[in-house]
């Protein structure tokens, strides 16, 4: 299964950013519809965090409370893409971000999702 993350980079305080992961349709078996997409961070010596997850069948989504209200997923069926949009950014938002894929509807436990792309950094300044 491949799942390819973009978008990340160094912002301000308040900036955004917006987050792509495109996954390849064929490898997800039975189909792309029946899984979740997720999105994770990660700090260096720190646990990898739940940060949001949509679900492919019904663009059903849920938040970690520290993003709720700020972050938004979204899903792009027709391109396999599922996309992060990070506004208000904090300092506390620097992290590496990763996108994966799980059965499990909406999970937001990272040892439910099996699988993972590589991270892209994101960077905010004070």
């Known amino acids: 299964v491949q799942l390819q993350a973009s978008g990340g980079g160094l912002v301000q305080a308040g900036g955004s950013l917006r987050l792509s992961c495109a996954a390849s349709?064929?490898?997800?078996?039975?189909?792309?519809?029946?899984?979740?997409m997720g999105w994770f961070r990660q700090t260096p010596g720190k646990e990898r965090e739940f940060v949001a997850s949509?679900?492919?069948?019904?663009?059903?989504?849920t938040y970690a409370d520290s993003v709720n209200g700020r972050f938004t997923i979204s899903g792009d069926y027709v391109k396999n893409m599922v996309l992060l949009q990070l506004n208000n950014l904090k300092p506390e938002d620097t992290a590496v971000y990763y996108c994966?894929?799980?059965?499990?509807?909406?999970?937001?436990?990272?040892?439910?999702?099996?699988?993972w792309g590589q991270g892209t950094l994101v960077t905010v300044s004070s």
């Open positions: 349709r064929r490898a997800f078996s039975p189909t792309l519809s029946s899984y979740s």
């Open positions: 949509i679900r492919w069948e019904d663009g059903s989504t």
């Open positions: 994966a894929a799980t059965r499990r509807s909406l999970s937001s436990s990272n040892t439910d999702y099996v699988y």
